[in-house]
Protein backbone atom coordinates (compact mmCIF):
# COMPACT_ATOMS: atom_id res chain seq x y z
CA UNK A 1 0.00 0.00 0.00
CA UNK A 2 1.26 3.71 -1.06
CA UNK A 3 2.06 5.03 2.35
CA UNK A 4 3.90 8.52 0.77
CA UNK A 5 2.81 9.88 -2.65
CA UNK A 6 5.19 12.96 -4.15
CA UNK A 7 2.49 14.60 -6.96
CA UNK A 8 5.41 15.68 -8.97
CA UNK A 9 8.72 14.12 -10.10
CA UNK A 10 10.51 17.43 -11.26
CA UNK A 11 9.93 21.45 -10.63
CA UNK A 12 11.76 23.98 -12.27
CA UNK A 13 11.96 27.24 -10.59
CA UNK A 14 13.55 30.37 -11.23
CA UNK A 15 16.25 31.29 -8.66
CA UNK A 16 14.87 33.68 -5.90
CA UNK A 17 11.64 32.25 -6.60
CA UNK A 18 9.08 30.71 -4.26
CA UNK A 19 8.93 26.78 -4.20
CA UNK A 20 6.59 24.22 -2.94
CA UNK A 21 7.42 20.72 -3.13
CA UNK A 22 4.02 18.15 -2.14
CA UNK A 23 3.37 15.37 -0.72
CA UNK A 24 0.44 13.52 0.39
CA UNK A 25 0.32 10.83 3.42
CA UNK A 26 -1.56 7.76 3.81
CA UNK A 27 -4.25 8.27 6.72
CA UNK A 28 -3.14 6.84 10.16
CA UNK A 29 -3.96 7.30 13.89
CA UNK A 30 -0.07 8.45 14.57
CA UNK A 31 1.76 10.46 11.96
CA UNK A 32 5.36 10.57 11.73
CA UNK A 33 6.38 13.37 8.59
CA UNK A 34 10.39 13.84 7.57
CA UNK A 35 11.73 15.47 4.28
CA UNK A 36 14.97 14.49 3.17
CA UNK A 37 17.51 15.94 0.78
CA UNK A 38 20.02 14.24 -1.55
CA UNK A 39 22.17 16.28 -3.10
CA UNK A 40 24.28 15.29 -6.58
CA UNK A 41 26.05 12.50 -5.55
CA UNK A 42 25.52 12.31 -2.11
CA UNK A 43 23.54 10.19 0.93
CA UNK A 44 20.40 11.65 2.31
CA UNK A 45 20.22 14.03 4.81
CA UNK A 46 17.46 15.33 7.16
CA UNK A 47 16.07 18.85 6.62
CA UNK A 48 12.98 18.42 8.90
CA UNK A 49 10.55 16.25 10.88
CA UNK A 50 7.12 16.30 12.26
CA UNK A 51 6.66 14.39 15.48
CA UNK A 52 3.99 16.44 17.45
CA UNK A 53 2.91 19.83 17.96
CA UNK A 54 3.31 22.58 15.72
CA UNK A 55 2.27 22.10 12.40
CA UNK A 56 4.23 24.77 11.05
CA UNK A 57 7.90 22.93 11.17
CA UNK A 58 11.06 24.74 10.51
CA UNK A 59 13.91 22.94 8.67
CA UNK A 60 17.81 23.47 7.48
CA UNK A 61 18.71 26.08 4.89
CA UNK A 62 15.49 28.02 4.84
CA UNK A 63 12.95 25.38 4.28
CA UNK A 64 9.84 24.91 5.93
CA UNK A 65 6.93 22.51 5.63
CA UNK A 66 3.04 22.47 7.22
CA UNK A 67 1.58 19.46 8.73
CA UNK A 68 -2.31 19.81 7.10
CA UNK A 69 -4.03 16.60 9.24
CA UNK A 70 -7.44 17.21 7.34
CA UNK A 71 -5.95 17.10 3.93
CA UNK A 72 -2.84 14.64 4.69
CA UNK A 73 -0.51 16.99 3.26
CA UNK A 74 3.00 17.57 4.31
CA UNK A 75 3.96 20.05 1.65
CA UNK A 76 7.59 21.61 1.94
CA UNK A 77 8.57 25.00 0.83
CA UNK A 78 10.93 28.03 0.71
CA UNK A 79 10.50 31.23 0.13
CA UNK A 80 13.30 31.98 -2.03
CA UNK A 81 15.64 29.27 -3.74
CA UNK A 82 19.36 29.40 -4.49
CA UNK A 83 21.39 27.58 -6.68
CA UNK A 84 22.52 25.33 -4.35
CA UNK A 85 19.27 24.03 -3.66
CA UNK A 86 19.54 22.00 -6.69
CA UNK A 87 18.74 18.50 -5.14
CA UNK A 88 16.34 15.76 -4.91
CA UNK A 89 13.64 15.98 -1.90
CA UNK A 90 12.07 13.01 -0.42
CA UNK A 91 9.24 12.72 2.07
CA UNK A 92 9.21 10.03 4.19
CA UNK A 93 6.55 8.91 6.90
CA UNK A 94 7.04 6.65 9.80
CA UNK A 95 5.10 3.35 9.78
CA UNK A 96 5.09 0.22 11.91
CA UNK A 97 8.69 0.11 13.07
CA UNK A 98 10.59 1.62 9.93
CA UNK A 99 10.69 4.66 7.45
CA UNK A 100 9.17 4.47 4.13
CA UNK A 101 9.78 7.15 1.57
CA UNK A 102 7.96 8.69 -1.66
CA UNK A 103 9.64 8.61 -4.78
CA UNK A 104 11.22 11.77 -4.73
CA UNK A 105 11.19 15.22 -6.30
CA UNK A 106 13.69 17.07 -8.48
CA UNK A 107 14.07 20.58 -7.58
CA UNK A 108 16.05 22.25 -10.73
CA UNK A 109 16.92 25.83 -10.32
CA UNK A 110 16.67 28.06 -13.30
CA UNK A 111 18.73 31.03 -13.82
CA UNK B 1 28.18 13.51 10.60
CA UNK B 2 27.01 9.97 12.08
CA UNK B 3 29.70 7.28 11.78
CA UNK B 4 28.62 5.33 8.88
CA UNK B 5 30.83 3.86 6.71
CA UNK B 6 29.64 1.38 3.42
CA UNK B 7 32.48 -1.16 1.74
CA UNK B 8 32.73 -1.02 -0.96
CA UNK B 9 31.89 2.21 -2.89
CA UNK B 10 31.58 0.62 -6.48
CA UNK B 11 31.18 -2.60 -7.10
CA UNK B 12 30.67 -4.31 -10.59
CA UNK B 13 30.02 -8.03 -10.54
CA UNK B 14 28.55 -10.75 -13.04
CA UNK B 15 25.35 -12.43 -12.98
CA UNK B 16 25.05 -15.23 -10.89
CA UNK B 17 27.72 -14.63 -8.05
CA UNK B 18 26.93 -13.81 -4.72
CA UNK B 19 27.71 -10.26 -3.43
CA UNK B 20 28.18 -9.09 0.17
CA UNK B 21 27.58 -5.04 1.13
CA UNK B 22 28.90 -4.26 4.40
CA UNK B 23 27.55 -1.15 6.44
CA UNK B 24 29.38 -0.14 9.60
CA UNK B 25 28.16 2.09 12.20
CA UNK B 26 30.44 3.83 15.49
CA UNK B 27 27.56 5.53 17.23
CA UNK B 28 26.28 2.08 19.16
CA UNK B 29 22.60 2.60 17.25
CA UNK B 30 20.28 0.07 17.47
CA UNK B 31 18.21 0.54 14.19
CA UNK B 32 19.76 -0.23 11.19
CA UNK B 33 18.18 -0.41 7.71
CA UNK B 34 18.89 -1.04 3.81
CA UNK B 35 17.78 0.73 1.19
CA UNK B 36 18.02 0.79 -2.62
CA UNK B 37 17.43 3.48 -4.87
CA UNK B 38 16.37 3.36 -8.40
CA UNK B 39 15.34 6.05 -10.38
CA UNK B 40 11.81 6.56 -10.42
CA UNK B 41 11.03 4.76 -7.18
CA UNK B 42 13.11 6.52 -4.65
CA UNK B 43 14.08 4.40 -1.57
CA UNK B 44 12.48 1.57 -1.08
CA UNK B 45 13.27 -0.80 2.20
CA UNK B 46 15.07 -4.12 2.00
CA UNK B 47 15.98 -5.03 5.36
CA UNK B 48 16.41 -3.94 8.35
CA UNK B 49 17.56 -4.50 12.21
CA UNK B 50 16.98 -3.17 15.48
CA UNK B 51 19.67 -5.49 16.86
CA UNK B 52 22.20 -8.46 16.96
CA UNK B 53 20.02 -11.41 15.28
CA UNK B 54 17.09 -9.29 15.28
CA UNK B 55 16.57 -8.66 11.63
CA UNK B 56 13.09 -8.29 9.32
CA UNK B 57 12.43 -8.13 6.02
CA UNK B 58 11.51 -4.79 4.05
CA UNK B 59 8.87 -4.30 1.23
CA UNK B 60 11.31 -5.19 -1.39
CA UNK B 61 13.25 -8.38 0.61
CA UNK B 62 13.42 -11.08 -2.09
CA UNK B 63 16.50 -11.86 -3.18
CA UNK B 64 18.46 -10.45 -0.18
CA UNK B 65 19.32 -11.67 2.73
CA UNK B 66 20.88 -9.74 6.17
CA UNK B 67 22.82 -10.87 8.83
CA UNK B 68 24.01 -8.67 11.90
CA UNK B 69 26.42 -10.41 14.33
CA UNK B 70 27.57 -7.28 16.20
CA UNK B 71 26.14 -4.19 16.47
CA UNK B 72 28.13 -2.30 15.02
CA UNK B 73 27.91 -3.84 11.20
CA UNK B 74 25.11 -4.65 9.26
CA UNK B 75 25.96 -7.06 5.80
CA UNK B 76 23.62 -7.63 2.85
CA UNK B 77 23.95 -10.67 0.89
CA UNK B 78 22.70 -10.80 -2.81
CA UNK B 79 22.99 -15.07 -2.69
CA UNK B 80 22.96 -14.57 -6.13
CA UNK B 81 23.12 -11.57 -8.28
CA UNK B 82 20.82 -10.39 -10.94
CA UNK B 83 20.93 -7.38 -13.48
CA UNK B 84 17.63 -6.38 -11.88
CA UNK B 85 20.13 -5.56 -8.50
CA UNK B 86 21.65 -3.19 -10.00
CA UNK B 87 20.96 -0.53 -7.84
CA UNK B 88 22.94 2.03 -5.43
CA UNK B 89 22.34 0.94 -2.10
CA UNK B 90 22.50 3.08 1.42
CA UNK B 91 22.71 1.96 5.00
CA UNK B 92 20.54 3.96 7.39
CA UNK B 93 21.16 3.86 11.37
CA UNK B 94 18.70 5.31 14.14
CA UNK B 95 19.20 6.05 17.55
CA UNK B 96 14.88 5.34 18.44
CA UNK B 97 14.45 2.16 21.08
CA UNK B 98 12.60 -0.56 19.83
CA UNK B 99 9.20 0.85 18.88
CA UNK B 100 10.41 4.01 18.14
CA UNK B 101 12.05 3.07 14.38
CA UNK B 102 8.93 5.20 13.17
CA UNK B 103 9.91 8.39 14.40
CA UNK B 104 13.54 8.30 14.63
CA UNK B 105 15.06 10.41 12.11
CA UNK B 106 17.57 7.97 9.85
CA UNK B 107 21.47 8.49 9.35
CA UNK B 108 22.17 7.72 5.58
CA UNK B 109 25.73 6.64 4.86
CA UNK B 110 27.43 7.78 1.37
CA UNK B 111 25.91 4.53 -0.70
CA UNK B 112 27.37 1.94 -2.64
CA UNK B 113 26.85 1.98 -6.49
CA UNK B 114 26.57 -1.87 -7.53
CA UNK B 115 26.58 -2.81 -10.97
CA UNK B 116 25.25 -6.52 -12.60
CA UNK B 117 26.45 -7.22 -15.86
Known amino acids: AQSVTQLDSQVPVFEEAPVELRCNYSSSVSVYLFWYVQYPNQGLQLLLK??????LVKGINGFEAEFNKSQTSFHLRKPSVHISDTAEYFCAVGRDDKIIFGKGTRLHILP | DAGITQSPRHKVTETGTPVTLRCHQTENHRYMYWYRQDPGHGLRLIHYSYGVKDTDKGEVSDGYSVSRSKTEDFLLTLESATSSQTSVYFCAISEGNRGQGRNSPLHFGNGTRLTVT
Open chain 1, 50 to 55: YLSGST
